[in-house]
């Protein structure tokens, strides 16, 4: 009998022990080589399967969903915590809409393949209902499409990350100092890795792990062609003179600006290189002006409720 509940932070540990349950080997995060887990340290947990790796990292994350209104769940039997999922609330506009976005689904090894992802999915239907949300989004692995296919998801958007020189005019922008919260009436249009939230956290790091507070994040505000633009840079881990880019703006509003302002601030910020995550739609437009070399493919799937 599997029962599906909120996450509360006394979860942490028990979270943490699913996560770390699917790990097959752990390995170095500099030479990523074969490494016994009793060696690693936070980051090196954490480089192995992200925030919920430690039971520190895990208590700090889930602390941050539950304060911003976003809804982990928990699959329990008989009381253990067998699997969880992490829902974010995402209010964008439209195409994306009122919506929660599937980031996290991991099942604890021992009980995979029965029933219990199926059992959390469907209760995030139910929370969408309920919070006036039209749809459920995710970002499957490719080996999980199948699965996702059967609780009737379909492919949605199709993103390219590309990557680009850098160079060009300074944009009229204005740094910011402090986290603002994501920007109300525009939406994540560049570097969509997960949803519009997802991509303002990773701007603004929660963790205070030296190896991940040391990378550069910088975040600009204003107009581009009288169009209001949040835009964001942050550095590569493993290549400190590269960027990802991130960019809100309105969702009918043409990326060209964007992506030319970007290439500048990156240059700015001492960076070679910087990869965008670009909706592959706008892509034929692009490159008629930006040299564009093909990184990756990131698929969103949605399902309506």
Request: aromatic share 8%; net charge negative.
């Given at each position: 009998?599997?029962?599906?509940?909120?996450?509360?932070?006394?979860?942490?540990?028990?979270?943490?022990?699913?996560?770390c349950s699917t790990v097959d080997a752990w390995r170095d995060p500099y030479t990523r080589q074969p490494a016994d887990e009793a060696t690693l340290g936070l980051f090196g947990r954490w480089y192995n399967g992200g925030d919920w790796m430690s039971v520190e990292t895990?208590?700090?994350?889930?602390?941050?969903?539950?304060?911003?209104?976003?809804?982990?769940?928990?699959?329990?039997?008989?009381?253990?915590?067998?699997?969880?999922?992490?829902?974010?609330?995402?209010?964008?506009?439209?195409?994306?809409?009122?919506?929660?976005?599937?980031?996290?689904?991991?099942?604890?090894?021992?009980?995979?393949?029965?029933?219990?992802?199926?059992?959390?999915?469907?209760?995030?239907?139910?929370?969408?209902?309920?919070?006036?949300?039209?749809?459920?989004?995710?970002?499957?692995?490719?080996?999980?499409?199948?699965?996702?296919?059967?609780?009737?998801?379909?492919?949605?958007?199709?993103?390219?990350?590309?990557?680009?020189?850098?160079?060009?005019?300074?944009?009229?922008?204005?740094?910011?100092?402090?986290?603002?919260?994501?920007?109300?009436?525009?939406?994540?249009?560049?570097?969509?890795?997960?949803?519009?939230?997802?991509?303002?956290?990773?701007?603004?790091?929660?963790?205070?792990?030296?190896?991940?507070?040391?990378?550069?994040?910088?975040?600009?505000?204003?107009?581009?062609?009288?169009?209001?633009?949040?835009?964001?840079?942050?550095?590569?881990?493993?290549?400190?003179?590269?960027?990802?880019?991130?960019?809100?703006?309105?969702?009918?509003?043409?990326?060209?600006?964007?992506?030319?302002?970007?290439?500048?601030?990156?240059?700015?910020?001492?960076?070679?290189?910087?990869?965008?995550?670009?909706?592959?739609?706008?892509?034929?437009?692009?490159?008629?002006?930006?040299?564009?070399?093909?990184?990756?493919?990131?698929?969103?799937?949605?399902?309506?409720?």
């Amino acid at each position: 009998m599997i029962t599906i509940r909120p996450a509360t932070l006394a979860d942490a540990a028990a979270i943490s022990i699913v996560h770390c349950s699917t790990v097959d080997a752990w390995r170095d995060p500099y030479t990523r080589q074969p490494a016994d887990e009793a060696t690693l340290g936070l980051f090196g947990r954490w480089y192995n399967g992200g925030d919920w790796m430690s039971v520190e990292t895990c208590a700090i994350h889930l602390n941050g969903m539950l304060l911003r209104g976003h809804l982990p769940l928990v699959a329990e039997s008989k009381g253990d915590i067998v699997g969880e999922a992490e829902y974010y609330v995402n209010r964008e506009p439209a195409p994306f809409g009122p919506h929660l976005h599937l980031s996290v689904l991991y099942i604890h090894k021992e009980w995979q393949g029965q029933g219990v992802g199926r059992a959390l999915i469907e209760a995030g239907e139910e929370h969408a209902r309920a919070l006036d949300c039209h749809a459920l989004t995710t970002q499957p692995e490719p080996e999980m499409t199948g699965f996702y296919r059967r609780l009737d998801f379909q492919p949605w958007m199709r993103a390219k990350e590309m990557q680009t020189t850098i160079g060009g005019t300074s944009p009229p922008l204005t740094q910011l100092s402090q986290n603002s919260g994501p920007p109300e009436h525009l939406a994540l249009r560049i570097g969509r890795y997960q949803c519009g939230v997802q991509g303002w956290e990773t701007l603004w790091p929660s963790l205070a792990i030296p190896e991940l507070t040391a990378l550069r994040r910088t975040v600009w505000r204003g107009k581009l062609d009288g169009t209001p633009v949040v835009l964001g840079l942050r550095e590569q881990f493993r290549t400190p003179t590269q960027a990802d880019g991130y960019a809100w703006l309105p969702p009918t509003a043409s990326l060209m600006p964007v992506v030319a302002a970007l290439r500048v601030l990156a240059a700015q910020e001492s960076y070679s290189a910087v990869d965008l995550l670009l909706p592959e739609d706008a892509l034929p437009e692009l490159r008629t002006t930006f040299k564009l070399d093909y990184q990756t493919t990131v698929d969103l799937w949605i399902k309506q409720t």
